[in-house]
């Protein structure tokens, strides 16, 4: 089974400031890297799949990069609906596909 | 309108049974593999199992192998979870999702497009 770890476990970060989550995989995924983003109460949604491609619609403030087993999430200038969990997916090798423990990203 | 919604969640005694439903609308349900992710009380997310379009191939996280069956009625645009032999650790929110992506006779690879909102499971005596 691959793990992947997510760091920081919690990001406090300032409105309009960058954030960069970091996922680590304990080997090669590839590309086959995709982030999600999940509010409270809400399921989990989609950001960026094959390591740096965004979902549709998500706005260009989010990207991604990194391929093998380093992996970052960016986020340019974080807005008031950003603050929320953020999980690292590696989707290379099933069963099982697994996910990081989460980033929390919260208001400064 | 796009959207996955799950049901069959419920309280169960340890050692029970639960078959979860989900039932997809507003897409072509069979070109999609499908996939279920838990998520326990304050936790992080769990992959839990997929299939691919047909039911031909499936996966199972360890945790659950053994005890867990995904299944699929392309007809009725439905996946199901049946459980079996339940444990405390299972508790949490189901969740069904799409993948978006490919499966071959033997793997799927794809991420998850599409979320339901999920279905709680409680497992207590």
């Known amino acids: 089974e691959i793990v992947m770890t997510q760091s920081p476990a919690t990001l406090s970060v300032s409105p309009g400031e960058r954030a960069a989550l970091s996922c680590r995989a304990s080997q090669s995924v590839s590309s086959d890297l995709a982030w999600y983003q999940q509010k409270p109460g809400q399921a989990p949604r989609l950001l960026i799949y094959?390591?740096?491609t965004r979902a549709t619609g998500i706005p260009a403030r989010f990207s991604g990069s990194g391929s093998g087993t380093e992996f970052t999430l960016t986020i340019s200038s974080l807005q008031s609906e950003d603050f929320a969990v953020y999980y690292c997916?590696?989707?290379?090798?099933?069963?099982?596909?697994?996910f990081g423990q989460g980033t929390k990203v919260e208001i400064k | 309108e796009v959207q996955l919604v799950e049901s069959g969640g419920g309280v169960v005694r340890p050692g029970g049974s639960l078959r979860l439903s989900c039932a997809a609308s507003g897409f072509t349900f069979d070109d999609y593999g499908m996939s279920w992710v838990r998520q326990a009380p304050g936790k992080g997310l769990e992959w839990v199992a997929g299939?691919?379009?047909?039911?031909?191939?499936?996966g199972y996280a360890d945790s659950v192998k053994g005890r867990f069956t995904i299944s699929r009625d392309n007809a009725k645009k439905s996946l199901y979870l049946q459980m079996n032999s339940l444990r405390a650790e299972d508790t949490a929110l189901y969740h069904c999702a799409r993948i978006l992506g490919y499966c071959s006779s033997t793997r799927c690879s794809g991420y998850l497009d599409l979320w339901g909102r999920g279905t709680p499971v409680t497992v207590s005596s």
């Open positions: 299939i691919s379009w047909n039911g031909g191939t499936t």
């Open positions: 997916q590696q989707y290379n090798n099933w069963p099982p596909w697994t």
């Open positions: 094959g390591a740096s």
